[in-house]
Nanobody, 122 residues
Framework: HVQLVESGGGSAQAGESLRLSCAAS????????MGWFRQAPGKEREFVAR???????DTADSVKGRFTISRGNADNTLYLQMNSLKPDDSAMYYC?????????????????WGQGTQVTVS
């Protein structure tokens, strides 16, 4: 059973940076397809970024060039570096895991989810 705990959210001014972390237990992150999603009030959960088992990454067009997903195999942690934050980036951010070597961007394909960490940009 995979457990995910996000941290690093908070408040930031537009243009500032935040780094989100997702500590995984119960499985080795290097063997998983992992992703970040976000959900703002009144909106559907949307794809932000994901990293495959072989390290291939993909990011949503809305954050491309500003957000970077990475994986710390030594500490079994997933990261999301968020630069040049905008108010539209305000949302609850979720870490997710898909137990497969095939990685998709759709939320419904991920089996395990963290509780989320709030990001507010003003």
């Amino acid at each position: 059973h995979v457990q995910l705990v996000e941290s690093g959210g908070g408040s930031a001014q537009a243009g500032e940076s935040l780094r989100l972390s997702c500590a995984a237990s119960g499985y080795t992150v290097s063997r998983l397809c992992m992703g970040w999603f976000r959900q703002a009030p009144g909106k559907e959960r949307e794809f932000v970024a994901r990293i495959s088992v072989v390290g291939t990454t993909d990011t949503a067009d809305s954050v491309k060039g500003r957000f970077t997903i990475s994986r710390g195999n030594a500490d079994n942690t997933l990261y999301l570096q968020m630069n040049s934050l905008k108010p539209d980036d305000s949302a609850m951010y979720y870490c997710a895991v898909r137990l497969s070597s095939v990685c998709y961007n759709r939320a419904e394909t991920f089996e395990y989810w963290g509780q989320g960490t709030q990001v507010t940009v003003s």
